[in-house]
Nanobody, 126 residues
């Protein structure tokens, strides 16, 4: 029963900043990787940024130098700091988590599934 909850979306003017947060919960013992994806109307969902629990990051070319992903392993939370926002950044942003182990009833087992949040809308417009 892993759940991911995103927050921080909203309306911002071009050139502005926004910070998204993704909190994972539900018997999580350890996380391998968390990531942010986005999907604009009529487009496919695309990877924005990923981060492992060890701090290794990857970014889409379109956001390099503008977005920063981070992870708090104690809180199972990933954040996405978005600066210099452009209208083309407008999309629903989804959090994804690749979890190593989940625990329930005193037993921990490998988690084989990816988990997704419900998404948070980011709109960049004047």
């Amino acid at each position: 029963q892993v759940q991911l909850v995103e927050s921080g979306g909203g309306l911002v003017q071009p050139g502005g900043s926004l910070k998204l947060s993704c909190a994972a919960s539900g018997g999580i013992l350890s996380i391998y990787e968390m990531a942010w994806y986005r999907q604009a109307p009529g487009n496919q969902r695309e990877m924005v940024a990923t981060i492992t629990s060890g701090g290794s990051t990857k970014y889409a070319d379109s956001v390099k130098g503008r977005f920063t992903i981070s992870i708090d392993i104690e809180k199972n939370t990933a954040t996405l700091q978005m600066n210099s926002l452009k209208p083309e950044d407008t999309a629903v942003y989804y959090c994804n988590a690749d979890i190593n182990f989940v625990c329930s009833g005193g037993a921990c087992v490998p988690d084989e599934e990816d988990h997704w949040g419900q998404g948070t809308q980011v709109t960049v417009s004047s």
